[in-house]
Structure formats: structure tokens, C-alpha cells
């Protein structure tokens, strides 16, 4: 089992930034590729960024290329989502999940956190 805790949700204004955290506990986290998602109302849970288990392999949906970057630090368990620019149509609610391995489809991931709200308005 992974249990995986996300954080670092709140409001800003349009152009302003937010980093997500998601904290994981349990199995070996390193041996798992790492995810974000996010979920609007009324709308299906879609792919945000992914990063793999090692140094290597690293997606980003169209939607947020050049303005989020995820990172992870294996010593700590942790995986980030540095969200620059933010729009409005970032908002959402956003979940961490684990992998065996790297994809952009929501179910290879086993473990999901419970979200973070994101609220950005313009």
C-alpha cells in the first residue's frame, strides 16, 4: 500500500503561481512513477504531468507545458507541481497518484491522494 497526501492548494489571481505537494508513505515511493491530475466540476479527471520513478521520463499535458514542472525528491517522498501562469481553467480540484509505471492514462495508477483544491480567478 502508498498513501499519498496532498497539500499546497488555495486561491490566486490570474499569472500568479502555486506549488503542490504530495507526500507518500508506505511502499518503496522511489520504485513508482509519480502523477498529477486534476478533476473541474462537471468535467472527467485528466492528466496534468507525470515523472518516473528515476531521473528520466517526464509528461506534461499540452495544456500546461512550459508553465507547471514537476519535480520529485525520492529522500523525502515527496512529489511537487510548481504551477506558474496560472489561468482560470487551471482550476480544479488536483491528485496526486502512483504508478508502476509512467503514463498519461488514469488507470495504470493505483494509488490516488484525496486532491487539493486550486481556485484561480481572473
Known amino acids: 500500500q502508498v498513501q499519498l497526501v496532498e497539500s499546497g492548494g488555495g486561491s490566486v489571481q490570474a499569472g500568479g503561481s502555486l506549488r503542490l505537494s504530495c507526500v507518500a508513505s508506505?511502499?518503496?515511493?522511489?520504485?513508482?512513477?509519480m502523477g498529477w491530475f486534476r478533476q473541474a466540476p462537471g468535467k472527467e479527471r485528466e492528466f496534468v504531468a507525470a515523472r518516473g520513478w528515476s531521473s528520466g521520463g517526464t509528461l506534461y499535458a499540452d495544456s500546461v507545458k512550459g508553465r507547471f514542472t514537476i519535480s520529485r525528491d525520492n529522500a523525502e517522498n515527496t512529489v511537487y507541481l510548481q504551477m506558474n501562469s496560472l489561468k482560470p481553467e487551471d482550476t480544479a480540484v488536483y491528485y496526486c497518484?502512483?504508478?508502476?509505471?509512467?503514463?498519461?492514462?488514469?488507470?495504470?495508477?493505483?494509488?490516488w491522494g484525496q486532491g487539493t483544491q486550486v481556485t484561480v480567478s481572473s
Open positions: 508506505g511502499r518503496t515511493f522511489s520504485s513508482y512513477a
Open positions: 497518484a502512483a504508478s508502476r509505471v509512467l503514463s498519461v492514462l488514469r488507470s495504470p495508477y493505483d494509488y
